[in-house]
């Protein structure tokens, strides 16, 4: 376990470039993903905003995986900021993560999240978190998920404040999939020192502003969320989403996200070597023209199935339904192929919102002009997770 004795001692060392460490190039001999580029594989690094942190441009989010020896390589390779959370896989993947990573912690940038809204809670689950993650320090800790300011308490700060004047945390955040209603917010109170957010191609510029305005407060500012929906794979389970693996749709897109100057780091999914492989590439080459045009097809096709996260709808089901939640769960079965975290994610709306069925009404009275087929979408997911 990496004390925080030796991290202080260390003098926060961080990677640089071409470092003796290994961690900015690889020979193309080293790596299956230098030798089928024939260059080395290169990593830019970006600072985390206030926080001083240098990380590299692509991070790993580990939510869905469940392979310890992808994230493994990714570490090996290069890659310095994971990203996990006490709630993922039942506790499971922090313990994943830490054992996968411990040799290499006092290397990385280590981001958890607590889903409790109480200060004894949280207290308990950074402890589980530390223990799990083998170390004596989270270098972000995130309050998660929060979508609406209300949700966020001041006893929630104060024990952010708190576990950092006890050295259990650097540098505390806020996780949200609403940067519109969050991110001014954030940068406003001034107490948070990273903001991740969902971010990707489909989304107006609004939320550009948004997130320019976190960033100028001094917040470092994280990506996730960033491949929109993930429909690279063929193990999602309506066959709508065939027509979604268009080749070259997911390099792209995290192509357009490294390329926007306000974010800090980006945690796309990995799920096993090819995906990191595929990423690791794309990382390397710049945005282009041709990117482009195919993100603006790959828009096209997804536009009735993918919600937007814009937040346009909420309070227009006339059943009360929460539209973006709902349909954030049938993105991770269809979209990810994790349909047993999308039924957990169902089943965490009330009971009377699990209860509703869309073929009740006459009419939907839910209508996106970003041309989302709500009522048949949200049918689908009553029909999977009710």
Not at 101 to 127: C, F, I, P, Y
């Amino acid at each position: 376990m990496t004390s925080r004795r030796e991290f202080l001692s260390a003098g926060l060392a961080l990677p640089v470039v071409g470092a003796s460490s290994g961690m900015g190039f690889f020979k193309p001999s080293q790596d299956p993903v230098a030798s089928q580029t024939g260059s080395p594989v290169k990593f830019e690094y970006r600072t985390l905003g206030r926080t001083g942190l240098k990380v590299t441009s692509m991070g790993f989010g580990c939510m869905i995986t469940s392979d310890p020896s992808v994230v493994e390589r990714a570490a090996d390779i290069g890659i310095t900021y994971f990203d996990t959370s006490h709630g993922y896989q039942h506790g499971n993947n922090e313990r994943m993560v830490g054992a996968a990573l411990a040799a290499k912690r006092k290397q990385l940038v280590l981001s958890t999240k607590t889903d409790s809204n109480t200060r004894d809670g949280m207290a308990r689950e950074l402890d589980i978190s530390l223990r799990e993650l083998k170390t004596d320090y989270i270098d972000i800790w995130y309050l998660h998920g929060k979508d609406d300011v209300a949700t966020i308490t001041d006893e929630m700060i104060e024990m952010q404040q708190l576990a950092k004047k006890q050295g259990k945390i650097r540098f505390a955040g806020v996780s949200t999939h609403k940067p519109l209603q969050l991110l001014p917010w954030m940068a406003q109170k001034g107490v948070f020192d990273v903001a991740l957010t969902v971010y990707n191609f489909t989304m107006d510029s609004d939320v550009d502003r948004a997130i320019e305005i976190a960033a100028k407060s001094g917040m470092g500012v994280v990506a996730m969320k960033v491949m929109a929906g993930g429909f690279r794979s063929l193990k999602h389970t309506d066959p709508a989403y065939d027509k979604l693996t268009r080749p070259g749709a997911m390099p792209a897109a995290l192509k357009w996200v490294l390329s926007k100057p306000n974010i800090s780091t980006t945690i796309p999914s990995m799920t096993d070597m090819d995906q990191l492989d595929e990423n690791l590439r794309a990382m390397a080459q710049p945005y282009s023209g041709g990117d482009q045009k195919l993100l603006a097809a790959h828009l096209e096709m997804i536009r009735p199935l993918y919600c937007r996260m814009c937040g346009e709808c909420e309070g227009a089901c006339q059943k009360g339904l929460p539209i973006a939640n709902v349909m954030r769960c049938l993105t991770y079965a269809d979209g990810y192929g994790q349909f047993a975290l999308g039924r957990e994610r169902f089943q965490e709306l009330s009971s009377e919102q699990v209860a509703v069925r869309c073929g009740d009404c006459a009419e939907c009275t839910v209508k996106c002009r970003h041309g989302v087929q709500v009522s048949s979408r949200v049918a689908r997911a009553q029909e999977l997770f009710a």
